[in-house]
């Protein structure tokens, strides 16, 4: 499809420079008058939940916030103030306590969520290469379900180039407006031009004129990447941890401000709403800042949150272990439509009836897994594989430092930073749950068939770099 039938059959894409003064002026004036969203959804029970997949009216909104790690919302437990919206609708809906992403940068992390198959079977763990054709991804499914489906990303790692487009009728970066000058003083750091203002005055307009048909909205959020702030949200310092939590309360503004519209245009009440991340941050803990590099808790414990058409009358907690792989069969089980025949997750209904109903967990836990490539980002290196498991509390890693193999383990239980290496006092544990990992790696078949690469020009490896990526040397 040519960009200029999609310019005719989305007049939102042409109007999003005038809806982002409109969202702006919006902003500024909820701000100054302190007004709180109305949540107009009704009440709802756990057999609300139940019946949602007997209704044939509920749209699907998902909202991928880049590099957001769990520990740093308030519903999570974290002290300061950066989430309210967030945490908002995680009290009116399911949070998902331990929620684990399975890898520790975007597009192998991607590959995994929207498949729900595990890294070294999707085989996209290269910069280079693409998601294969045969991969059934979820707009696909829901595209012959008969919903619209529209993405709107600003992160290059999903662009249609890598594969990610499949089964989208529109998939877009959504077009920039000049920059607000507040956020410019206030984030010297920001690399590439717009912010999430744009995405989300696209989906403003989405909403407001869009008819018809069920829908299927993908947001790729990058704020939070980007460290992107203005003077409203600068509450928390300046130093490198203090930014990223401004650009949190940033992004939780953000989003108040768009879901309102989805409020007002009517949909409320018929819009399933979910919020997750590809993988969280590091900020020192062991020495090493920023994402894809390792897997420890902070660059892999990521957020996820289910707001129904309804609000609960109590939160419910899942706090049986959760992954991104399970994300997908989760949401496709709500809404009644099957779901691929090949996946490494399993649907999270039966934990999510179980919480709604104050009941034990139906099942025993799993165990979750990630892997990444330390050589993802290099033209001529061969994988250098490094791999997490994570059972209940304890947490096994391996990886090589130099040339040096490592293996590492943690129990959050007595050390929640899980900073303690216990590899040498435990090593029955360590030495179990390293046949675990073995196990899980000895179905190494790839999942999809051999994994396409593409040459990747200089333009755009300029433009992953300008987003703090280091590739294709």
Known sequence: MSDS???QRWPWLLGAATIVVVFLLATIEQIESGSAPVDPRPVGTADDIARLRERDDVNVLFIL????RSD???SYGYGRDTSPYLDGLASTGVRFDRHLSQSSWTKASMTSLWTSVYPWRTGVIQFDQIVPEDAEMPAEIL????FDTIGLFRNGWVAPTFGFQQGFDIYNRPPHTRLNPGVLVKNPTLRQRGTDEDLTA???EFFRVHQGNRWFLYLHWMDVHE??????????GDAYSDVYDNSIRWVDGTLKIMMEHLVDQGYADNTLVFVTSDHGEAFSERGYEGHGRWLYRETTEVPFILSFPFKLESKVVVKTRSQNVDVWPTIFELIGVDPPAEQDGRSLVPEIMAAARGEPPPRKERVGYSH????????????LRTVALVEGPLRYIRGTIGKNPIERLFDAASD???LEDLAKSDPETLARLRDLMDDQLGNEELAFGEVPTREIGEMELNQLRAIGYDVGD
């Not at 595209?143 to 008969?146: D, L, N, Q, V």
């Open 143 to 146: 595209k012959r379900a008969g």
């Open 227 to 236: 460290y992107t702030f203005d003077e409203e949200s600068a509450l928390f």
């Open 72 to 74: 740093r919302l308030g």
């Open 416 to 418: 929640p930073k899980e």
């Open 372 to 383: 990444l490539n330390q050589n993802w980002g290099q033209r001529h290196r061969d994988e």
């Open 5 to 7: 039938t999609l310019d």
């Open 65 to 68: 916030i880049d590099t957001l």
């Open 202 to 204: 696209s989906a403003i």
